[in-house]
């Protein structure tokens, strides 16, 4: 079972790009890697998922490393609407089918 | 297209008092799944399933039992709540694809406190 850890919490100005790194070191072979955004009293939702290398969106870039021992959503030019919670996951495609578990997740609080 | 519903949305339970959340999805997703969040904590994952007439544990199974008669429908059971269950609960579909994850769409979240 992949698991993951992130930063519990980081700060940033408005205009500023947020990065925020997630280790997962147990990632199997077949695993995306996959990051959600979550509003208070909401569900999260989908922001981007990769593989490897670099993968970019219109909300949001995700940096992958050979190793795919970790994984950076980056954030560009924040406004205090990305004020959330971020997760990164991991699929964990067992023989039981796909087991998702979420990390604890990273506050991002966007500052004026 | 109503995407992920859940009912009901909040509930209050007294200890010991049964109940079941339906969560239901439209978009005939494969893979079903039911979380909870307590207060500002991430989700845990209580049971999933991959198909009409499966299910599977989470993190956190104990205390809750789970049916997926139908693939659109997935039933989360508490048979005899406990406080400790106090949580918002969201349930999540995806489709499925070997070894990609699929992208988890969530339901509004259904609150629940058991006194």
């Known amino acids: 079972l992949a698991k993951t850890t992130q930063p519990i919490s980081m700060d940033s100005y408005e205009g500023q790009e947020v990065n925020i790194t997630c280790s997962h070191n147990n990632i199997a072979t077949n695993d995306y890697i996959t990051w959600y955004q979550q509003f208070p009293s909401q569900g999260p939702r989908f922001i981007i998922q990769?593989?490897?290398t670099k993968v970019t969106n219109e909300v949001a870039s995700l940096f992958i490393p050979a190793d795919r021992k970790s994984s950076t959503l980056s954030l560009p030019r924040v406004s205090l609407s990305d004020t959330a919670v971020y997760y990164c996951?991991?699929?964990?495609?067992?023989?039981?089918?796909?087991?998702?578990?979420f990390g604890g997740g990273t506050r991002v609080l966007v500052k004026p | 297209n109503a995407g992920v519903t859940q009912t009901p949305k909040f509930r209050v339970l007294k200890t010991g008092q049964s109940m079941t959340l339906l969560c239901a999805q439209d978009?005939?997703?494969?893979?079903m799944y039911w979380y909870r969040q307590d207060p500002g904590m991430g989700l845990r994952l209580i049971h999933y399933?991959?198909?009409?007439?499966?299910?599977a544990k989470g993190e956190v199974p104990d205390g809750y039992n789970v049916s997926r008669l139908k693939k659109q429908n997935f039933l989360l059971g508490l048979e005899s709540a406990a406080p400790s269950q106090t949580s918002v609960y969201f349930c999540a579909s995806s489709y499925w694809t070997s070894g990609d994850t699929g992208e988890l769409f969530f339901g509004e979240g259904s609150r629940l406190t058991v006194l």
């Open positions: 978009m005939n997703h494969e893979y």
């Open positions: 399933s991959v198909g009409e007439g499966t299910t």
């Open positions: 996951l991991v699929g964990d495609s067992g023989p039981a089918g796909n087991k998702l578990t």
């Open positions: 990769g593989y490897k």
